[in-house]
């Protein structure tokens, strides 16, 4: 449950702790900011040093005050900090704001000080902001808990902002893309509110349209995805800027599902399920925000993207920029080829990106161009890159009279398609005349052909968040080995390939012609995952003769790596048909939730790197998907002669797979299959790891 942040974020009256005369400490700035803010509630300084601070009363202490207040800023070093916010609690203060740092984030100290405030904010039911941040800005109230000494007056619109970073903040703070702003919040160490609680706050502020997310971390994953599927559901954008693209992070788990997902590959998935749209610089950011606040519904029912300029070089850039960035421009249809045709010399090929400049600027054939594109029903959006720069000079007069042209079409004509205008160059910022003319209709202008073009892809990729499926309800899987195991997989519908277990050479003879030639030989135990780096898999056994000699080979090697309780064992399986194999894996995550990863399986693993990865439980329509963002997908059509294989029986077994996955989540940490083979009618599972999660410590 998200805490009550009325308090925090829109106090009415408001204690200084810590404000002193001096023009430059945290208090007064606080003091300063709230005034310039045009804070309308009432302020309490209180510093026993002094009888007044700027025409206020002072106070000597929180208890001296002359009423109750909403909230409290202490503006003091970290050691005094536990009690203050006791002083507050008992005085009756539900809200209050600590910036100082030398709490968790300095040594062991301050980590059990963060402990102490956080308890006594229990005790007394106190919101609590920070420690270690800038505090926070609400705009249509005019609140500026803000600590910096030099606020800019932040001008008021629908945006908000939730950052881990106070710099980031005051960047984002600046509105160099003048989106505007209802909130600017700094969170620190996260000691009471969260980004959660904060985000929550802002779903159900009908102020906010569109919520920026600078994040180093998400500290309470289903806290912050109910808050987030509730903004989604108000028809509220979120844009994540996570931290970690490239870090090693925690310890993965020792299956190939750890390697291929990493922690900030889980990270996409969390935010793809959640509808977040996730960016990767502040450009991008910005970008996308300017473009989402315009046009926050789901894209349109056109879903091909078109792109206009004034010069074949940029058209070409274009081209390679949005392919680089996997935005597609799909080719034009005939009828709007033809109907283009006449705005164009008749030896010219009309590509997508649009060249427009067809037989020189005119007013009259961009009209036509325009009129046609509105027209193609599989036309979602259109773009028109143009050279206007801030500060005046190259194409502003053709820019101004498209922009004029785009606006005149008025709503009735573009309904249904989303008009975007993008600065090829960003250095001196959008033109404030080709501005002029698209802001009245409604028609956001973007800076610079890479974050816009990244902002136009992020857009066409939007979806609403995932339906929550439900995990299916299945049994522990059995200890007692391989074969226990396969029965226990075939039991929820994926099909394994039969195994037996063999104790000795002559046991293994004997199951090999139970099983019918060839064969297949693996050596397994529980902490030997990687099992052909070891020499421990032998493929094609054709006869008695080959399963003895391979049965004392593997045996030698499973007793060189043995180890106390894990003495391994040898399995026989009859050798799968011809396929393509895939990886299939399972990734519990507590909080976050059960991760599906798929993708070319078998020594590509290695060879490929590739994966796709999900919030699970999937249904067969995403696990398809998911194939088909891999070469995976590729090589299930047919390739070179052989094929199609069976890609409905993958979709299949990889959605059965990630129920049974997200129905262990408190058993094992991580499961895979390694490789599912697909043959032309169904498909096999050859190789099952399982992780168990961690021992719990046990309490000395």
């Known amino acids: 449950m998200s805490l009550d942040l009325t308090r925090l974020m829109k106090p009415r009256s408001i204690a200084i702790v810590g404000a002193f005369e001096r023009a430059d400490a945290i208090g007064t700035r606080i003091l300063s900011n709230l005034r310039k803010m045009g804070f309308a509630g009432r302020i309490h300084p209180v510093n026993p040093r002094y009888a007044s601070i700027d025409g206020l009363t002072c106070h000597p202490s929180l208890s001296a005050l002359p009423e109750p207040v909403d909230a409290a800023f202490l503006a003091v070093p970290a050691e005094a900090g536990p009690d203050l916010v006791e002083e507050a609690g008992r005085c009756g203060i539900r809200a209050v704001f600590l910036n100082a740092n030398g709490y968790a984030d300095g040594d062991a100290e301050g980590v059990a000080r963060q402990r102490r405030i956080e308890e006594i904010a229990a005790r007394y039911d106190i919101v609590l902001a920070g420690p270690n941040n800038l505090g926070l800005i609400n705009v249509h109230d005019r609140v500026a808990m803000w600590t910096p000494r030099y606020m800019k007056v932040v001008e008021p619109g629908p945006v908000g902002v939730i950052s881990q970073s106070g710099s980031i903040a005051l960047i984002l703070g600046e509105d160099e893309r003048d989106l505007g702003f209802a909130y600017l919040v700094t969170t620190g160490n996260e000691a009471g509110a969260t980004v959660a609680d904060y985000l929550h706050q802002m779903a159900g502020d009908d102020g906010v349209g569109t919520i920026l997310l600078f994040l180093e971390t998400v500290r309470d994953p289903q806290k912050f995805a109910e808050a987030a599927r509730e903004a989604a559901a108000r028809g509220k954008r979120i844009v994540a800027l996570k931290l970690g693209a490239s ?59 078109v792109m206009v300029t004034l010069s074949g070089g940029e058209a070409a850039l274009l081209a390679d920029t949005g392919a680089a960035l996997e935005l597609d421009f799909p080719r034009l249809s005939e009828r709007t080829l033809a109907g283009l045709r006449p705005a164009f010399p008749s030896y010219s090929t009309i590509g997508n990106p649009v060249d427009a400049w067809g037989l020189g600027f005119n007013p009259e054939r961009f009209r036509m161009i325009l009129d046609v594109l509105l027209a193609d029903p599989e036309i979602g959006t259109i773009g028109f890159a143009v050279d206007a720069p801030g500060r005046g000079g190259g194409d502003v007069p053709y820019a101004c009279v498209m922009a004029q042209a785009c606006a005149d079409a008025g709503n009735e004509t573009r309904a249904g398609k989303r008009l975007v205008f993008i600065n090829n160059t960003s250095g001196s910022g959008v033109n404030p005349d080709v501005r002029k003319i698209l802001d009245p209709a409604g028609i956001p202008y973007l800076s610079g052909m890479r974050p816009a073009l990244c902002a136009l892809r992020n857009m066409a990729k939007l979806r609403p968040p995932a339906l929550v499926r439900p995990a299916l309800a299945s049994p522990a899987a059995p200890s007692d080995g391989e074969p226990a195991r396969f029965a226990w997989l075939a039991e929820a519908g994926i099909s394994m390939v039969p195994a037996l277990e063999a104790a000795s050479a002559q046991e293994a003879v004997a199951a090999a012609a139970r099983l019918g030639y060839p064969v297949v030989l693996k050596g397994v135990a529980a902490h030997l995952p990687h099992k052909s780096a070891l020499g421990l898999v032998r493929l094609g056994l054709g006869d008695a003769g080959q399963v003895a000699a391979a049965f004392d080979s593997l045996r030698a090697i499973l007793d060189a790596h043995a180890r106390r309780g894990s003495p391994g064992a040898i399995v026989l399986q009859k050798m799968a048909g011809e396929g393509v194999e895939l990886i299939v894996g399972v990734r519990n995550e507590k909080d976050f939730g059960s991760f599906v990863i798929v993708g070319p399986g078998g020594v590509l693993v290695e060879i490929s790197k590739q994966s796709s990865v999900r919030l699970g439980p999937v249904d067969e329509e995403e696990a398809r998907a998911m194939l088909y963002e891999t070469a995976a997908g590729r090589l299930l059509e047919g390739v070179r002669g052989k094929g199609p294989w069976d890609i409905d029986a993958a979709a299949r077994a990889i959605a059965a797979f990630s129920r049974i996955g997200a129905g262990q989540m408190d058993r094992l940490a991580a499961l895979e299959i390694n490789p599912l083979i697909v043959g032309t009618d169904g498909a096999l599972g050859v190789d099952l790891l399982l992780e168990p999660l961690p021992a719990k410590p046990t309490e000395e």
Not at 264 to 272: E, K, M, V, W
Not at 276 to 294: G, Q, W, Y
């Open 247 to 305: 870090e090693g992070g925690r310890a993965l788990v020792q299956a190939h599902t750890g390697s291929l997902a990493g922690e900030d590959r889980l990270y996409d998935a969390f935010f793809r399920a959640l509808g977040i749209v996730r960016v990767r610089d502040l450009d991008e950011m910005l970008e996308t925000a300017a473009l989402l606040s315009r046009y926050p519904a789901l894209p349109p029912a056109g879903k091909h993207t």
